[in-house]
């Protein structure tokens, strides 16, 4: 719709709105300011509708919008036409707003779907196991590989170390700075683990994106004591310390 069709539908009164920024621009006082700017709301609504009606109810697109509008107050010239118009052609970045709005929105979308596939097969194989699953158990269930869990895990922002690093009551302090290394020394040692061990590899280093869990928790949801979680903890760190040493 062209510009004058939008002033004649949404009745956008150029004279008066021009008469309300001569007083802004005359005495910039916060009244004045916000005089104006209801004097421009139709302007508004008309931008949103016709750029992004979709995108009507997110209240981030409509700051975008009065956030142009300012922005073109200050720097409008009345010398050079309508403020109106002038308003209208700088709402047109709207496009590109509403363009990072959508794709945010359908990125949330899909990571919460991703979420909720995750958690679903997780109660499933809870149910079926009668203790939590593995990632590996998560991703053969998923038909999907264990480096595509982690990464669900990472884009749905679910806490992930950095670089599987884990915490440090766990690693060993040769080990602890060391993460690349580290990571694939555990990869080794899961692979070479009973389910508990690797579920709690998962969870003290982060492997695979995993939570990070404290030791009791991690006991209560396999129904043993912590202080077994504890010496499986040491075994680990043992396998690791030897492996270390191996790969020197």
């Known amino acids: 719709m062209a510009a004058q069709e939008a002033q004649q539908k949404y009745r956008f009164d150029d004279a008066k709105l021009q008469q309300y920024w001569q007083a802004w621009k005359k005495e910039p006082t916060s009244a004045n300011l916000k005089e104006l700017m209801q004097q421009a709301q139709p302007i ?14 997110v209240p981030s697109l409509r700051l975008q919008a009065k956030a142009l509008v300012l922005d073109s107050m200050h720097k409008f010239d009345p010398s050079k036409g309508s403020l109106v ?47 939590p699953p593995t990632t590996q ?75 990070i869990r404290q030791n009791t928790e991690i006991a209560k949801q396999f129904n043993i004591s ?3 979680i504890t010496k499986r903890l040491d075994n680990i760190n043992k396998r690791l310390m030897r492996l270390a040493e191996l790969l020197r």
């Open 137 to 211: 158990e998560l991703a053969d269930y998923l038909g999907l590989s264990t480096e595509q869990i982690r990464l669900m895990r990472q884009q749905s922002k679910l806490p992930v170390p950095a670089a599987a690093m884990p915490s440090e009551d766990v690693v060993p302090q040769t080990l602890s700075s060391r993460n690349a290394e580290l990571e694939e020394l555990l990869k080794y040692c899961y692979d070479e683990s009973d389910a508990i061990d690797k579920y709690i590899i998962e969870s003290k280093f982060g492997l695979f994106g995993s939570p």
């Open 44 to 57: 508004i609504d008309y931008a949103i509708h016709y750029y992004a009606s979709d995108l009507a109810a």
């Open 226 to 228: 912590p202080a077994a």
């Open 85 to 131: 118009n002038y308003l209208l052609l700088n709402l047109q970045r709207l496009q590109r707003y509403a363009g990072q709005e959508r794709r945010m929105l359908h990125q949330s979308e899909r990571m919460a779907m991703q979420l909720q596939a995750i958690e679903k097969a997780t109660q499933e194989l809870l149910a079926s196991l009668g203790r």
